[in-house]
């Protein structure tokens, strides 16, 4: 009887799943091709898989994976979303990336936030490849209302299309809470408009910092070691990154250029805080 069923069993292995025998015992014997067909027919059911795949261009390993955070009753949104994207000149490379990135897109208030964002990124000079350099970067952008953080900086005479490319995330920051304030902040050091334009442009991640608990202590720190207000607004112009350090950080450093001779009143103070700044980033880069 055994015999038999070996027999048997050897003439429909390729029939059914492969069984081979193993220290006396049947062991089922997979091949690559069965495995991949068994994954291909695994979510035939889903329509947000075959969405994700068909319209979006996910791999299937992708479009399972967006799958979890993300399940679509109707078309009609996801639909009007990559049409708009394509029609702002989005690859399907670039739109596949972003629905991985960011799938809940697909389900955006076309109306109030994704329109109008779009557009006003047009009006900037943003579309095709560099749009979708800024969106990875942050696809939240389009969730948001950009057109409020977008006239404060043309009011204040910023380039907003530089300061978007580098620093998308600013469209995130509370204007009343955030942006505002550290601005006023630099004002108060510099004391001139055009100033504070060319410390954003040096360093537009200057705007997405708490002023209160990093500027203004680091500036304190500054006066406290004898460094005169025009060498502060120096420091600001020269290597504002200077002023980003933790506080701490940025007293070890100080220490260590004055203990090389650098006097807090001269200029040089600024390009030896810079120089070593930017030496110790180096070599903890290469540690």
Known sequence: ?????????????????????????????FSHKLITDLSNSAFPQSPTISY???SCGLSLQAAISV????????????????????????????????IIKRPILLLADLDNNLKPNLD??????????????????DPRVLEVDAETVVEFFRENELDVATILSAEPY???????????????????????????????????????F????????????????????FIISKMFLFHPRSLLLKTDRLSEIINEVKK??????????????????????DSGRKS
């Open 1 to 29: 009887m055994i015999r038999l069923f070996c027999v048997r069993l050897s003439q429909t292995r390729h029939r059914a799943s492969p069984l081979t025998f193993s220290n006396g015992f049947l062991i089922p014997t």
């Open 210 to 229: 708490n002023a209160e608990k990093m500027l203004e202590p680091n500036m304190s720190l500054l006066v406290n070691h004898g460094v005169p207000e």
């Open 260 to 281: 090389l001779g650098f006097s807090p009143t001269n200029v040089l103070f600024v390009l030896a805080v810079r120089t070593m700044v930017t030496t110790k980033k």
């Open 120 to 137: 006003l990124f047009k009006s900037l000079g943003f579309s095709g490849t560099n749009l979708a350099e800024m969106l990875i970067k």
């Open 170 to 208: 600013i469209l995130e920051r509370s204007l009343e809470n955030q942006i505002i304030p550290c601005i006023n902040v630099l004002r108060r050091v510099v004391g001139n408009d055009m100033i504070v334009q060319k410390v954003i442009r040096g360093c537009h991640r200057i705007l997405e």
């Open 67 to 98: 799958s979890r955070k993300l399940q679509l009753e109707s078309t009609e949104n996801p639909d009007l979303v990559l049409n708009l994207l394509r029609a702002h000149g989005l690859t399907q490379i670039h739109i596949k990336n972003l």
């Open 52 to 54: 994700l795949q068909n």
